[in-house]
C-alpha cells in the first residue's frame, strides 16, 4: 500500500468498536481514534482529517450516525460508511438521504469490510477528481472571456499561460508557430529550456505536429533519443492548436501527465484556437480594407493611417521621408486600343516592379487610377538614386514582358524632414511636378522620334 489510509471509527460498543480496528490493522489501514459520540466524532475530523470514518448509526449523545455522515460529507468533503444492525426499510431510506459511500449490517466478515472500505476510497477518489475537473472546466470559462478580449496573438497566448499556471499548475510551457517548413517559438521566455526553431520533423515539436492526438511522454526513455539536451526532463506533454501552432510542457516529474489532464487541455485549447482563427480573419479583413484588389499594393486609406506613423518617428529620430510618384503613360489608350484586360495587366506590371525595388520598410501605394505613390523612410537626397534605379528597371523589364507594348511612366521625387517647415503635402506636390515635367518630356521625345 503506497498511502497510509487512515480512519476513524465511531461506534458506542467497545467491543465492536476493538473487532473493527483488529481488522482494520490486519489489513494494514491506521486506526487513529475510536469515539462513541457524534460530537466527538466532529471533533476528531477537524483534527485529524482522516481519509474513511466508519459510523455506526446508533451512537450516544444527541447526533446520531446519519446526523454526522451528512456533516462529515457535506461539509469536509470525506467518505463515509455507515454500520448498523439493523436494515429495516425506514431506516435504509433514511441513510440514502446523506449519500453514504457504503452501508454494513452487523454482523460482517472482514473481508466485507475490507471491500467496503476499499470501494469506498476509489470511489472518493473518482469524486474528488471530477470535483477538482469541474472547477478547473469552471475557471475555464473566464479564460474563454479573457481570450475574447484578446486582439493579438501574443496576448493569446499570453493568457493560455497564464491559464496553464493557475488552473493546472504548469509552468514550464512553449508555444510554436509553424513558419514555412519550420516550428519557431513563440514564447521567448524559456529559451534556456526549449529550442527557438525545429524542423517540421524534428524532434518531440515535430510529432506533435504530425500527431492528431494529445502526445504524452511519461518517461524519459521514450523521448531522450530525439531529444539529448532534456536530460533532467522525465515528462512531456504536447498537442497541436489548429494547423499552425503547437503546444508543449515538460515536467521533472514522472508520470506528470494523464489522458485526463489532456481532456480538460484540448478544452482550454480549444477556445485558444477558436480566438486565434478570429484573430487571423481579423487581420485578413484589416488587410482587405487598406490593400488595391487589382495591383496588391496598399491604397490611398492605407496611406492616410501609415504617414502619420512615419511622421511621427522621423520627427523623433529626425529622419527624412523620401517620395516618389510614378503616372503609368497613356494608361487610357492602352484600355481603349488593346482592352482594360490589357490596361490591367499594365498596372500590375508597373506595381510588381514597384515593390521589387522597395524596402521592407517602404509602403508602395496606389494613389490613383494610373498613378503609384511610394514612401520611403529614412530617405532623403538619396531618393534620386531610387528613382533612377526604377528608370533603368522598367527598360529592362519591357524587354522580358509578354506584353506586345512597352509599358512605360513618368516619375517624379521629392523629400521632407523636419527642418524644412514645409508640409508633406507641399513635399509630395514637388514630387508630382517633376512627374508631370517627365511625362511632358516624355511625350516630347516620342514625338520626335516619331518624326
Known amino acids: ?228 539536451e532534456w536530460e533532467d526532463i522525465e515528462s512531456v506533454i504536447g498537442c497541436r492548436i489548429g494547423d499552425e501552432d503547437i503546444f508543449l510542457a515538460v515536467s521533472q516529474q514522472e508520470k506528470a501527465y494523464n489522458t485526463e489532464l489532456a481532456k480538460i487541455l484540448s478544452i482550454l485549447f480549444k477556445h485558444t484556437n477558436e480566438t486565434l482563427k478570429r484573430i487571423k480573419y481579423e487581420n485578413l479583413l484589416k488587410k482587405k480594407a487598406v490593400i488595391d484588389p487589382l495591383t496588391n499594393v496598399y491604397n490611398r486609406l492605407y496611406y492616410d493611417q501609415a504617414i502619420k506613423y512615419e511622421m511621427k518617428l522621423a520627427k523623433r529620430y529626425k529622419y527624412d521621408i523620401g517620395f516618389i510618384v510614378v503616372d503609368i503613360n497613356n494608361l487610357k489608350k492602352i484600355n481603349d486600343e488593346h482592352g482594360h484586360n490589357l490596361g490591367d495587366k499594365a498596372l500590375k506590371l508597373v506595381a510588381s516592379l514597384l515593390v521589387s525595388q522597395a524596402r521592407d520598410s517602404d509602403h508602395v501605394i496606389r494613389s490613383g487610377g494610373d498613378e503609384f505613390l511610394l514612401m520611403l523612410p529614412q530617405t532623403g537626397k538619396e531618393v534620386e538614386i531610387v528613382e533612377n534605379r526604377m528608370r533603368s528597371a522598367i527598360i529592362v523589364l519591357n524587354k522580358k514582358s509578354k506584353i506586345s507594348f512597352p509599358v512605360t511612366f513618368a516619375i517624379g521625387s521629392a523629400f521632407w524632414n523636419i527642418e524644412m517647415n514645409k508640409s508633406i503635402e507641399e513635399i509630395i506636390k514637388e514630387a508630382d511636378n517633376k512627374m508631370y515635367i517627365d511625362k511632358k518630356n516624355s511625350a516630347k521625345s516620342r514625338k520626335t522620334d516619331e518624326k
Open 1 to 228: 500500500m503506497h498511502k497510509e489510509i487512515n480512519i476513524l471509527i465511531v461506534e458506542d460498543e467497545a467491543i465492536i468498536a476493538n473487532d473493527i480496528k483488529r481488522a482494520l490493522e490486519k489489513f494494514g489501514y491506521n486506526v487513529i481514534d475510536i469515539v462513541r459520540s457524534g460530537e466527538l466524532a466532529i471533533q476528531m475530523v477537524e483534527k485529524t482529517n482522516p481519509d474513511l470514518i466508519l459510523v455506526d448509526i446508533k451512537l450516544e449523545g444527541k447526533l446520531s450516525g446519519i446526523d454526522i455522515a451528512g456533516t462529515i460529507q457535506e461539509e469536509y468533503g470525506l467518505p463515509v460508511i455507515l454500520i448498523t444492525a439493523y436494515s429495516n426499510r425506514r431506516m435504509i431510506d433514511e441513510a440514502k438521504l446523506t449519500a453514504p459511500y457504503g452501508y454494513i449490517t452487523k454482523p460482517f466478515e472482514d473481508k466485507e469490510l475490507y471491500s467496503s472500505i476499499e470501494i469506498a476510497l476509489h470511489k472518493s477518489k473518482l469524486d474528488i477528481a471530477l470535483k477538482d475537473a469541474k472547477h478547473k472546466i469552471e475557471k475555464l470559462h473566464d479564460v474563454a472571456i479573457e481570450l475574447a478580449a484578446c486582439e493579438s496573438v501574443k496576448c493569446i497566448f499570453q493568457e493560455t499561460e497564464n491559464a496553464l499556471k493557475s488552473i493546472f499548475g504548469i509552468s514550464d510551457v512553449a508555444f510554436y508557430r509553424r513558419e514555412k517548413n519550420h516550428l519557431v517559438l513563440e514564447t521567448k521566455k524559456h529559451l534556456g529550456l526549449f529550442k527557438t526553431k525545429y524542423k517540421l520533423t524534428e524532434g518531440i515539436a515535430g510529432k506533435v505536429f504530425s500527431s492528431d492526438k494529445v502526445c504524452i511522454y511519461s518517461h524519459q526513455s521514450e523521448f531522450l533519443e530525439f531529444e539529448p
